[in-house]
């Protein structure tokens, strides 16, 4: 009887072995080899916008795996997408300036009567 348990238990302490490497397998297959580095991606940002690097951020959107580079420049703050796979520059936006200096635009935002956005909630 003893015999069987040892022989059970190895037996699933090597399937677990085993899956567990399967997943990992297939994790890292997924990876591009060439992506870029954060670093690469900080790089491209201050080509497109010149300033300080605020922060960046790894995400997928629309099954296209990005860096979001956030760059404040003298004149505002800038938001650089760059894809991971190749480098691409996917969008370069100028953030409004909305924030604690336009506190007087926002009294009426919930107020559609006032409001040319009648989708707020």
């Given amino acids: 009887m003893m ?7 190895a037996s699933c302490v090597g399937f677990i072995l085993a899956s ?11 990876v591009a080899p060439n992506e870029i580095s954060e670093e690469q991606a900080k790089s491209i940002a201050l080509q497109q916008a010149k300033g300080k690097i605020v922060s960046v951020t ?13 760059v404040q420049g ?3 703050m800038y938001e650089v997408e760059i894809a991971k796979s190749d480098g ?4 370069v936006e100028k953030e409004s300036g909305q924030g604690m200096d336009n506190q ?4 009426d935002d919930d107020d559609d009567r006032h409001d040319d956005d009648r989708y707020d909630d």
Avoid: Q
């Fill in 20 to 30: 567990n490497l399967a997943i990992h397998t297939t994790f890292a297959e997924k």
């Fill in 88 to 91: 691409r520059v996917l969008e």
């Fill in 104 to 107: 007087e635009d926002d009294d």
């Fill in 3 to 9: 015999k069987k348990l040892h022989l059970f238990g």
């Fill in 58 to 70: 790894s995400e997928m959107d629309d099954g296209i795996a990005k860096y979001e580079v956030m």
């Fill in 74 to 76: 003298s004149d505002g």
